[in-house]
C-alpha cells in the first residue's frame, strides 16, 4: 500500500516539475527558446525562433503554417514541434483552469 502511495507521490511530484518546466518555457524570450531548441538537438531551427521572435509566450499559438512560413520545411521537423506545442498548450490550460477566478477579498 505504502508502493502505490510513494508512486502516486512521484508521479504527482513528476507532474509538478513537468508544469513548473512549460511555465518557465511560457516566460522566455526568443533567444531563450532558441537555446532550448538548441539543447534538444535543433539548432539549426533555433535561429528561425531567434530571427522572427517567437518568445515562449507565443508558443501556444505556434501552428505548421506559421512553422512554414518561418522557413521550418521538413516535416518531421514540423510535426516534432507541433508535438511539444501542443504539450505546452495543455500545460498553459491546466495551469489556467486551476487558477481561482476569485479569491473573495
Same mark, same amino acid.
Given at each position: 500500500m ?7 507521490? $512521484?508521479?504527482? +511530484?513528476?507532474?509538478e516539475?513537468?508544469v513548473?518546466?512549460y *511555465? #518557465? %518555457? %511560457?516566460?522566455?524570450?526568443? $533567444?531563450e527558446? !532558441? ?10 531551427i533555433?535561429e ?6 517567437? +518568445?515562449g509566450?507565443l508558443l501556444?499559438? %505556434?501552428?505548421?503554417d506559421?512553422?512554414?512560413r518561418m !522557413? *521550418? ?7 516534432n ?8 498548450? %495543455?500545460? #498553459?490550460?491546466?495551469?489556467? #483552469?486551476?487558477?481561482?477566478?476569485w #479569491?473573495?477579498?
Open positions: 505504502f508502493h502505490k502511495r510513494d508512486e502516486e507521490a $512521484k508521479t504527482e +511530484e513528476e507532474l516539475k513537468q513548473s518546466e *511555465v #518557465s %518555457l %511560457l516566460e522566455k524570450d526568443a $533567444k527558446i !532558441g537555446a532550448y531548441l538548441t539543447e534538444r538537438g535543433h539548432g539549426d533555433a528561425k525562433f531567434v530571427a522572427h521572435k517567437i +518568445e509566450r501556444p499559438f %505556434l501552428t505548421t506559421a512553422l512554414i !522557413g *521550418v520545411n521538413v516535416v518531421g521537423d514540423q510535426l514541434i507541433i508535438q511539444e506545442v501542443e504539450r505546452i498548450r %495543455l500545460m #498553459s490550460r491546466a495551469i489556467k #483552469s486551476n487558477k481561482p477566478i #479569491s473573495g477579498t
